[in-house]
Nanobody, 123 residues
Framework: QVQLVESGGGLVQAGDSLRLSCAAS????????MGWFRQAPGKEREFVAS????????TYGDSVKGRFTISRHNGTNTVYLQMHNLKSEDTAVYYC????????????????WGQGTQVTVSS
């Protein structure tokens, strides 16, 4: 099995920056890609970003392009989400996810999920 643990969430003000981390452990040798999703109260889960394990190229949701950056540290099996110029609409629970065969934006294609970390942006 795979375990994903997110950290780094918190309460910030609009315009601030924040970095989320996701530590992966377990049977991750078969990992194909990792991604970040978020879910605000009363809304569907939304794709934020993803990155394949074998590439440095990344995919971003339209609402975060130019403000968020996904990266990874292979040595520690950690994926990061650097968020800049945060807005109130970025307030959500952020989830890290891992897929064994997919790197796109469809959440149902991801096989493992973390417990989520809350990001609250006050205006």
């Amino acid at each position: 099995q795979v375990q994903l643990v997110e950290s780094g969430g918190g309460l910030v003000q609009a315009g601030d920056s924040l970095r989320l981390s996701c530590a992966a452990s377990g049977r991750i040798f078969s990992m194909y890609a990792m991604g970040w999703f978020r879910q605000a109260p009363g809304k569907e889960r939304e794709f934020v970003a993803s990155m394949r394990s074998s590439s440095t190229s990344a995919t971003y949701g339209d609402s975060v392009k130019g403000r968020f950056t996904i990266s990874r540290h292979n040595g520690t099996n950690t994926v990061y989400l650097q968020m800049h110029n945060l807005k109130s609409e970025d307030t959500a629970v952020y989830y890290c996810a891992l897929s064994l065969d997919y790197s796109g934006s469809s959440s149902y294609r991801y096989h493992y999920w973390g417990q989520g970390t809350q990001v609250t942006v006050s205006s």
